[in-house]
């Protein structure tokens, strides 16, 4: 498989022996009840051992964003600084994200759910060497009831042979994100706690799997009181 898998959640030292990389979000750190961004990241940034490691932005406003990107950025040349395509108001930041990259700042475009998004991100990061990736986001586009691979094929299409960019595969769901992710020539998955725990059911086939499950049923099943 050539698809490099990313532990994507704030529990980085149990993970990160398993992974090639690390993200996280504005979310996941918010969910785990930590308060200090400053000293996450600093944390964050030792656990992951010099692996690629992405950090969000908080703020909406153009100016601040560009101010926490480049604070961000210099933690380290590991760095990768998440930008959502779009703001809350529905603005692009594809332009920000442009000058930024420029600039040296090597982004993770993220919140990527549309072909325009998708070719916005893609322009904005083609014509320079610094490296970047393209967050496109699979699992909230099923969850829409829609397919998202036509999004991979665009960017696909549109990065060639450009190694300073990858594409990722965004919002694992499940084991069979994995392989999906390869067939449709992701660079990138990110795989977050609950399915990071279940990777090793690809080392069984569909039989073992079958009988696993078999298994557990009745070991759970031999725990109830059924008297006939």
């Not at 475009?109 to 490296?131: G, L, M």
């Not at 919002?171 to 994995?178: E, F, T, W």
């Not at 795989?191 to 090793?200: F, G, Q, R």
């Not at 079958?210 to 725990?223: H, M, N, Y």
Request: net charge negative; hydrophobic share 35%; proline share 3%.
């Amino acid at each position: 498989m050539k698809t490099k898998i990313y532990y994507d959640g704030v529990n980085i030292k149990e993970f990160i022996d398993q992974v090639d990389g690390v993200t996280t979000n504005t979310s996941y750190i918010a969910s785990a009840g930590i308060t200090d961004y400053n000293k996450f990241i600093d944390e964050s940034i030792e656990a992951a051992k010099g692996k690629p490691i992405s950090f969000q932005v908080t703020e909406t406003d153009m100016d601040s964003i560009i101010n926490q990107a480049k604070y961000i950025a210099e933690k380290g040349e590991n760095v990768y600084v998440k930008i959502p395509i779009v703001l809350p108001n529905g603005e692009s930041t594809k332009e920000i994200i442009r000058d930024l990259h420029i600039s040296g700042v090597k982004v993770n475009i993220t919140c990527i759910h549309t072909i325009q998004q998708t070719i916005d991100a893609c322009s904005s990061v083609i014509y320079n060497e610094t490296p970047s990736i393209i967050s496109l986001f699979a699992g909230g586009v099923f969850d829409s009831g829609s397919d998202p691979k036509k999004m991979f094929d665009v960017a696909n299409d549109l990065i060639g042979n450009n190694k300073n960019i990858e594409i990722l595969y965004a919002g694992c769901q499940r084991v069979y994100s994995v392989p999906e992710a390869d067939n449709w020539k992701s660079n990138i998955i990110t795989v977050p706690d609950a399915v990071m725990k279940k990777l090793n059911r690809m080392e069984y086939d569909e039989l073992e799997t079958s009988i696993k499950k078999s298994k557990l049923f009745f070991e759970d099943g031999s725990k109830l009181n059924f008297n006939l």
